[in-house]
């Protein structure tokens, strides 16, 4: 059974900051793994995917890595702004039938950007 | 424009009710999700569908029935409302197994 553990649970940073969030999975077999934004009283926004035969993902100041053997994936975010404030969820997913992915959540790190 | 739209946003109600969320998505997905997010904020599966047939179905109590009319809409349907299903019930859509998009989410508060 796949197991989703993220650290920190809770991050603040000054604004301009480069940080790591971090991810580890219990479960290699994994089909793909995501990285979500979520905000207070909001739904989830997908931020990226990484497919389990690539080793990372970059879109914008995000770079998500993934590393199956160790079981760990990092987003990381450059130049943080206080936008970023939010909190970040990873998801791994496997094969459930079909078109079908499970998705098993971390519990999160909530990111507070300090202005 | 919303792709993935659960309604309502708020439900409300006493111990014992009978209530359906709603959940449409208009990106031509072939599977849609249920997922339920408790207070401390941990996201877990309940039920998945692909193409109208129930692919997921987790350890869920059966008073929670989902209802697939098509494969753009899955509703949740939940008999006999007890105090733990107060929680955030989010839908989801996917195509192929790529990304799965969600809704904004409805807040069940049982009283």
């Known amino acids: 059974k796949q197991e989703v553990t993220q650290i920190p649970a809770a991050l603040s940073v000054p604004e301009g900051e480069n940080l790591v969030l971090n991810c580890s999975f219990t479960d290699s077999a994994i089909y793909n793994l995501q990285w979500f934004r979520q905000d207070p009283g909001k739904g989830l926004t997908s931020l990226l995917l990484?497919?389990?035969?690539?080793r990372e993902q970059t879109s914008g100041r995000l770079n998500a890595s993934l590393d199956k053997s160790s079981g760990r994936s990092t987003l990381y975010i450059a130049a943080s702004q206080p936008g970023d404030s939010a909190t970040y969820l990873c998801a791994g997913s496997r094969v459930s039938s079909g078109s079908a992915r499970q998705l098993t959540f971390g519990s999160g790190t909530q990111l507070t950007v300090l202005p | 424009d919303t792709a993935v739209s659960q309604t309502p946003k708020y439900l409300v109600t006493q111990m014992g009710n009978d209530k359906s969320i709603k959940c449409e998505q208009n990106?031509?997905?072939?599977?849609m999700y249920w997922y339920k997010q408790d207070s401390k904020k941990f996201l877990k599966i309940m039920f998945s569908?692909?193409?109208?047939?129930?692919?997921i179905n987790e350890t869920v109590p059966n008073r929670f029935s989902p209802k697939s009319p098509d494969k753009a809409h899955l509703n949740l349907h939940i008999n006999s409302l007890e105090l733990g299903d107060s929680a955030v019930y989010f839908c989801a859509s996917s195509l192929e197994g790529n990304i799965q998009y969600f809704g904004a989410g409805t807040r069940l508060s049982v009283l």
């Open positions: 990106l031509g997905h072939d599977t």
């Open positions: 569908y692909n193409n109208k047939e129930l692919i």
């Open positions: 990484i497919q389990s035969s690539q």
